[in-house]
């Protein structure tokens, strides 16, 4: 009996533990990951500034880094003097579309009218012939003035691929965040030089968190994608957060180690992921968390 009281409070606070897990329909554990995001260059040259430093908390399209685009800034001069040219030829070419399709015209109708009265027998053959001659030079002449001008657009077309591209090659020299965020790795200094898809920066968005649990599989009819799930962490006690599930594998796995006790490494789980709303930056990188549902 004396043994019995020795082990009661034990005893007690087992069946309490147990109790107070038994209200919840899931529940399980994890640790807040953010969403990170690895900005790269996307254009060479040497790197002249990268106003950031890790830890800086960031704003969407605030400058990251600026990189030398001197060359790239050359060589539009060629094409910028050869679009002038192009510009200029290609007026004169549609002025000269313009007067033979005027004159194309004229004899046209003057040759219909004409082979009419030859119908009749009311002009010579001389007269028809000579006029069959400059009806066929005319439609020549506006074929080959439509096709230099058709040429000229051409040409002019890629010419504006090629200043478009180097434009943008320009435009890349400025690299600036896609979200959001805090610098949590800066991976290059200033006048080092970069290739195209060097990395930059590491950014996390930590406005939202990601948290995953693991769940036995006579519990997924009990969630669904869309819903939502507490979430409570050590440091607000008293707070409770909530996560949307945003996925469910489809696919059962072995329960992680470092998640269950040893006997339970054996059971088959499913990873479920949720999205938590984290605006005043409560949450943090590598935070446990306890995910519920009652």
Known sequence: MKNFLKFLPLILAVS??????????????????????????????????????????????????????????????????GMHELNLNLSIAREQEQQAQIQFENIKTRYDRFKTLFDQKSISQQQMDDLQSQYELAEKNLKSARLRSQTLVAKKEQLDAQSALLERQ?????????????????????????????????????????????IAEIDLGKIKLGEELSIQVDSYPDTIFAGKIIWISPKAEFTPKNVQTKEARTNLVYAVKLLVPNPDGILKIGMPADIFKK
């Open 16 to 81: 309490i533990i147990q109790c107070e897990k038994a209200v919840y329909q899931i529940y399980g554990t994890g640790t807040f990951e953010a969403r990170e995001v690895l900005v790269s260059a996307q254009t060479l040259g040497q790197i002249l500034e990268m106003p950031v430093e890790e830890g800086q908390s960031i704003q969407k399209d605030q400058i990251l880094a600026r990189i030398d685009v001197e060359k790239i800034e050359l060589q539009k001069q060629p094409i910028e003097a």
């Open 170 to 214: 320009i435009a890349d020299g400025t690299v600036v965040s896609p979200l959001d965020g805090i610098i949590i790795q800066k991976l290059k200094e200033p006048g080092e030089v970069i290739n195209p898809g060097g990395a930059l920066v590491q950014i996390a968005n930590l406005n939202e968190m990601e948290i995953k649990l693991y």
